[in-house]
């Protein structure tokens, strides 16, 4: 089967971890906790770490436990200031390279991912984003997810590429067929390909096509 979709993650694949935009989110989430359910800071943080562990994300977790306004929730955790992310041209430059359809798969939402893109500077290269709304709120490292986002492209796993910071997040992929690159992770998580941040992913893709052909004639 031939590779047919790239699919990026967005946060902390597509720009380094030391930008500081999770962290950012990551105190929003506590904030927005804080506010709607009356807890104190201590709680929120234990509530956030505890759902982020055991869903996925916090909002899986405040949406099955807490009545959780989901949309109002994603407005507010991703209201803040992207000033530290600046046009990457060696990115968009990589990026006008690959092969394929490029498409986001991200566990934030739509709005976030455009403004992270038009910020990077890098938005004209996806045809798609598939945002956690998108897969019925369901997040990346759930298999709902990751089948929701093939439906939704029309493809077989093994037509996929999944290209994420989250070592968690690629394991389900793997799982299902799909090919699994590390970007900037744990060394211990298990992936197809590792690369010490996302400038490296021409040759990895390079082999990856390589790896195919010699599928298809051998
Ligand atoms: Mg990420």
Redesign the pocket.
């Known amino acids: 089967m031939t590779i047919r979709f790239l699919l990026f993650?967005?946060?902390?694949?597509l720009y380094p971890r030391d930008a500081g935009v999770m962290q950012e989110i990551g105190q929003q989430i506590r904030r927005y906790i804080v506010r709607e359910y009356g807890t104190t800071w201590e709680e929120a943080d234990s509530l956030a770490r505890r759902y982020h562990r055991e869903y996925g994300t916090s909002m899986r977790g405040l949406l099955l436990n807490n009545d959780l306004d989901v949309e109002r929730y994603l407005a507010f955790v991703h209201d803040l200031p992207l000033g530290l992310l600046q046009p990457n041209h060696a990115l968009d430059a990589l990026l006008a390279e690959l092969p394929d359809e490029k498409v986001i798969f991200t566990n934030a939402d739509r709005p976030h991912a455009e403004r992270v893109l038009g910020q990077l500077g890098i938005r004209r290269h996806f045809d798609r984003i598939i945002d956690v709304v998108a897969v019925g709120y369901i997040p990346k490292p759930n298999l709902a997810a990751y089948t929701a986002c093939l439906h939704l492209l029309g493809a077989q796993p093994a037509e996929c590429v999944l290209i994420?910071?989250?070592g968690r997040n690629l394991a389900p992929a793997k799982q299902l067929g799909m090919t699994t690159v590390l970007v900037d992770g744990d060394p211990a998580d298990p992936a197809d390909y590792k690369i010490p941040t996302i400038l490296e992913l021409g040759p990895v893709v390079e082999r990856i096509f390589r790896r195919q052909g010699d599928r298809v004639t051998g």
């Open positions: 993650d967005l946060d902390e694949t994420e910071d989250t």
